[in-house]
């Protein structure tokens, strides 16, 4: 009986704390008006001008302690600023559970699930069941998008061929392009004096052979020569024989793909025969993971005691809902936003890390923190601005900047803006969900600052909010539905250069970082310092 009042003992007090807040939220049933500052006077309310959040992987520990000892540290001892900039580097709460060597590319936590490889023999991509005929359609182009998993040899391409008993009588190219490459990579062409061989209900011929790698993205485009279409069936009605998961089809219709990639007619008009490279290094692979799991999964946990100990001890870190991988840095600034746009009752870090349960009617902003002393304080600001671990940052000249151009104002977005950014569709910042060619003005992720009422906008509209591949293009698309007044500034840098008077400079080292500073520090310029 002991035992089970021990276990409900913190349950009741948290059920009593949260309706206490409910009841004492402003617009709740209690509308008491100072909520519970009114009640806990050790709660104290302050005002920021800045709020500055630093994007932090989680393993980025010398990038912290670097930050900390340059110009996070000058600001802390600055005179005038040290009370008017609040820092807080955001980190996800969850690391990946998928070891980097299993997952399908390394920005993401998906496990790259291959099992029972087919091995030491060719396969057959796609094949039409027997009970599907084979009957021509009216289209003429037809296109299947695919990406490479692990990598394979294409040794031939192939057409499905016509049921009707009279041998091939058609003229057919196929192609195989590399995603974003108008130059195909090879080709075979079919014509009655010229059908390749057949193969089940394809006609194959052999083409060049070439390794396609892990991550390659390509697009298979069959085209009549004639005037008739195809034989053509859309992918629900073929067989994909993938090797065990070494590839996989990239449709349009999933809403991972613009239409723009795909030539044609989605679908598939044949086929091609292909062999698993290195299959003994991927047998190694698949037998050794239960133990690579279990390795990783004991760092993981070494990691989250590292970073609890490092955020008792400084006390700057939020740890937001989020895994902590490349993809989904994005939805790490949106849970930033939310734990920076809410009021005393209703937003709450605990622990140091966001949960969040705002209310959307609240109109002004406030951040509380319950810090590890057991105080909490509860914090507005007028501006907030983001930044990367990897940046150099001067918080002086920024001030300077504010004060010189009256940025202290609402609406106001200040960056280094790239305009019509062509999206990239492979690679790291592999793009297939924003359907445009090119994306909307968005600020360089090495700095920029938004007003308090665009802070707000995203916390009260981060639910429905899609984000995209960066966090940089995200915020360009999600400030294209509200428009703010930019603030054109090169001197947040886009790329690694150094430049007097410069605001912000990405992608250092915990070392160049470092003697950044020290220069800055030793003549008031990190570029042209001429050692005493």
Known sequence: MRNWLVLLCPCAVGVTLHLWLLLSCPGGPGRHPAGPLAFFPQWKLKHYDVIVGVLSARHNHELRSVIRNTWFKHLKQHPALSQRVLVKFIIGAH???????????????????????????????????EDVPSVLTEDRIVSVNFRVLYPIVITSLGVFYEADGVGFQRNITVKLYQAEHEEALFSARFSPPSCGVQVNRLWYKPVEQFILPEG??????????????????????????????????????????????????????????????????????LHTRPERFTSHIKNLEKEDTLL?????????????????????????????YQCSDANPCCKIIMGCSCISCRTSSQPWSVWK???????????????????DDDCYIDLEAVFDRIMQKKLDRPNIWWGNFRLNW?????????????????????????????????VQWLATNSQR????????????????AIGPKRYQDSLWLCE????????????????????????KELCGDPCRCEER
């Open 369 to 387: 923190t319950f810090k590890s002393q057991g105080t909490v304080e509860s914090t507005t600001f007028d501006l907030l601005l983001k930044t």
């Open 465 to 480: 909010l899609k984000t995209y591949q960066g966090e940089d293009v995200s915020m360009g698309i999600w400030m294209a």
């Open 216 to 285: 390659f993205e390509g697009t298979i485009v069959w085209e009549s020569q004639d005037h008739q279409g195809l034989v053509s069936r859309n992918l629900q009605k073929v067989t994909v024989n993938d090797g065990g998961g070494v590839f996989r089809v990239i449709t349009a219709g999933e809403g991972s793909l613009p239409h723009e990639l795909t030539e044609g007619v989605e679908g598939i008009a044949g086929g091609f025969i292909y062999t698993i490279q290195e299959g003994d290094a991927l047998l190694k692979t």
């Open 308 to 336: 609890k100990e490092e955020s008792s001890i400084y006390d700057d870190i939020i740890f937001v809902d989020v895994i902590d991988t490349y993809r989904n840095v994005p939805a790490k600034l949106l849970n930033f």
């Open 95 to 129: 690391g990946c559970t998928v070891p980097v060597e299993d997952r399908e590319d390394p920005y993401s936590c998906k496990l790259l699930n291959i099992s029972n490889p087919v091995l030491n023999q060719e396969i057959e991509a796609f094949s039409l069941p």
């Open 496 to 519: 690694k250069t150094c430049e007097s008077g410069m605001l912000s400079s990405p992608q250092y080292s915990p070392q160049e970082l470092g003697e950044l500073w020290r220069l």
């Open 422 to 454: 062509a999206v990239d569709r492979t690679g790291k910042w592999q793009e297939l969900e924003y359907p445009s060619p090119a994306y909307p003005a968005f600020a360089c992720g090495s700095g920029y600052v938004i007003s308090k009422d665009i």
